[in-house]
């Protein structure tokens, strides 16, 4: 039986090896509080093996979490360690890959079936995905958390530059996947607060083709985004149930 009574929160962290999932990582464990850090490669991250051996309370889990059977391996691992995460946030995600010729598309003429498949599968499909394996492991006599990084570019009121279809479509649908989970949750698990967050640009290989005219003072490091977001996160509550939310606090329109 998974104990709900731990004792400071424990959170799991997927995209853990780097970037933002890497510094939310440090941010918590600085603070002494468990983390379950996951992540296709985590045990070949040199930054997470060196957090283990200083004797932190952090466990790695070698996942791809747009698996579903690498999923259901996670889940099985996370019932034999008895481990009840009371925050969920996924740092997953995909803009570009150099080794797929993946690339945000600018024209019409740039999309393909490709393309849209893969930032479905890990943009949309592998958050959801996610939180069904994971939200029965909860505590559900306390509050609880489940969040997923989106970008203000899913936002279709926000969308006046066009360009990025794949991109946007999928946090778009990530976006629509966290507001319907929000409202089944309400009912089933009355005291989880769902969030989709945007952490701003951050100083990361995903944000890093495309810095060239972010304006100055608003690139952040991950370690600030991730102090940003863990604001958020650890005040959040029913006000923000539900919400698609800027690193500042601040609503942004679905």
């Not at 019409?108 to 995905?129: G, H």
């Not at 089944?184 to 009355?190: F, I, Q």
């Not at 701003?200 to 290989?205: A, F, H, I, V």
Request: aromatic fraction near 6%; hydrophobic fraction near 40%.
């Amino acid at each position: 039986m998974l104990r709900d009574d731990l004792t400071p929160t424990t959170r799991l962290i997927t995209g853990a090896s780097s970037g933002i999932g890497l510094a939310l990582v440090e941010y918590w464990l600085s603070r002494q509080h468990p983390v379950i850090a996951v992540s296709r490669h985590a045990s070949q991250c040199e930054t997470l093996q060196s957090l283990q051996q200083k004797g932190l309370p952090l466990r790695c889990i070698d996942t791809d979490i747009a698996d579903p059977d690498q999923l259901e391996a996670l889940t099985k691992r996370l019932k034999e360690w008895e481990a009840a995460p009371q925050q969920i946030i996924n740092c997953v995600g995909l803009l570009h890959d150099a080794t797929t010729g993946q690339a945000p598309e600018k024209r019409l003429e740039d999309i393909n079936l490709q393309r849209l498949q893969q930032s479905f599968a890990i943009n949309t499909f592998a958050p959801i995905l996610l939180a069904r394996a994971l939200l029965p492991l909860m505590p559900r006599r306390q509050p609880g958390i489940f969040a997923s990084i989106s970008a203000r570019v899913g936002s279709i009121e926000d969308n006046h530059l066009g360009g990025w279809y794949s991109y946007r479509a999928s946090k778009a649908a990530q976006n629509q996947l966290l507001r319907t989970l929000s409202v089944e949750t309400r009912r089933r698990y009355p005291q989880l607060c769902v969030l989709a967050l945007h952490p701003g640009t951050t100083d990361t290989p995903l944000s890093a083709p495309f810095q060239r005219n972010v304006p100055e003072g608003k690139l952040f490091s991950p370690q600030r985004a991730a102090r940003q977001l863990a604001e958020i996160i650890d005040h959040a509550g029913e006000a923000q149930h539900g919400r698609f939310i800027a690193w500042d606090g601040k609503p942004i329109p679905w």
